[in-house]
């Protein structure tokens, strides 16, 4: 694994132990390099509540860019009529800028609290 990638999962690891104390549903988030990840946890992180992603047939852009993770924020908040409408964002260690950031900003959109 590369030191860029080790670096990520040890601050991504610090983040969830700060995450779990306050007992909301965790919206998070993965990027391959093909694709871009979405989902949404319980507060103890065993069940997925939604999920969505790039690869995933009814996503308008099939790519892993801004567009991309913007139809998938969308795409989670809608998924998620059944009454949450406050969650925790975890960004898996990612910094939150470009693809992390069209995603927060068009759950948000969509009707998310974060």
Do not use: C, W
Request: aromatic share 8%; net charge positive.
């Amino acid at each position: 694994m590369s030191e860029k990638n080790i670096s990520r999962i040890r601050r991504a690891k610090k983040t969830r132990m700060k995450i779990r104390e306050q007992e909301s549903p965790r919206l998070t988030v993965f990027r391959s390099s093909k694709h871009f990840y979405a989902q949404v946890f319980d507060s103890l992180g065993t069940k997925v509540i939604a999920s969505a992603s790039t690869v995933e047939k009814d996503i308008d852009t099939k790519s892993n860019n801004v567009q991309g993770a913007e139809g998938v924020g969308k795409r989670v908040a809608e998924a998620l009529e059944n009454g949450i409408k406050k969650v925790v964002f975890d960004r898996s260690g990612y910094k939150y800028h470009g693809r992390i950031k069209a995603l927060a900003d068009s759950a948000r959109e969509a009707g998310l609290e974060f």
